[in-house]
C-alpha cells in the first residue's frame, strides 16, 4: 500500500486498537427516507463525536453534514435501483472525480454473490479497485448473498473471499455462527460487520460482542442505532464494546444511563 492508502485506512480503523465503530446512514439510495433518517441531518449531528466513519452517499454529505465536520467519510458509490427492484441490478453512481472532490477516506459498493447480476457487481468492485490504487483511496467491499443462499459462514466467506481476491481492501459483511472462517477467509484485510435489520438492543450489543470476539475488527452499524430509542447512548454502548472491550452487561447499562 502507499502512503497515503494507509493513512487514510488508519483514519477509520483506529491504530490504537485496530478496531473501528462505522455509522451507515446509506441507505436511501435504495430505501428512499427510511425510518430515523428522514432528517438525517438531525439524527447523525449528535452521533459523530462517537462515530470513527461515517458511509453515506454523495447527495447526503451535500444536503445534511458540516463540511467542518472532522468525520472520515466512506462514500457510497453504488446504486441505481431501489426496493421495488432486483436489488442486486447495481451500476456505479459517482465517480472516482468527486469522491476526491467530497475527500472520501473510503469509496464502497455492493458485491452480490449467488445474485442475478453477480458479474457485474463484481466488475463494479474490480473498476472501483483500479481506481482507488490509482489516487490511493481504500475500497470496502460490502458482500451481500443471493436470495436462496443462506446467511452462513460458508456463503459469507465464499463472498468475502471473492471481494479479497478482487482487491477490496476493507470487508463489510454480515456476522454469523462460525463468523472465526469468514475472517480466516480474508486473510489480511480486515473486516467489520453490518449491524442489518434492527434488533432489540441487547441483541445488537450481543452481535457486536461476539463479531471482535470472534475476529472482527469492528462494526458497520445504522437501523440498530439510528432507530434505537436511545441513539447516542447505543453508539456510546458499542464503542464500549469495539473500543474498550467492555462485556455486554456493562454496555448495556451504558446505553441505558445515556
Known sequence: MNWGMKNRISRIIKPKTGRCVMLAVDH???QGPTTGLSRLGETVEPLLPYADALMITRGAIRNWIDPAADIPIILRVSGGISILKELSNEVITTCIEDAIRINASAITCSVYVGGEFEKETIENLSKLVDEGEKYGIPVLAVTAVGKEMARDARYLGLASRICVEIGAHIIKTYYTEDFGKVVEACGNVPVVIAGGKKLPELEALQMAFDAVSNGANGVDMGRNIFQSDRPVGMI????AIVHD???????????KSS
Open 236 to 239: 456510546k454502548a458499542v464503542r
Open 245 to 255: 472491550n467492555k462485556p455486554v452487561d456493562e454496555a448495556f447499562e451504558i446505553y
Open 28 to 30: 436511501g439510495y435504495f
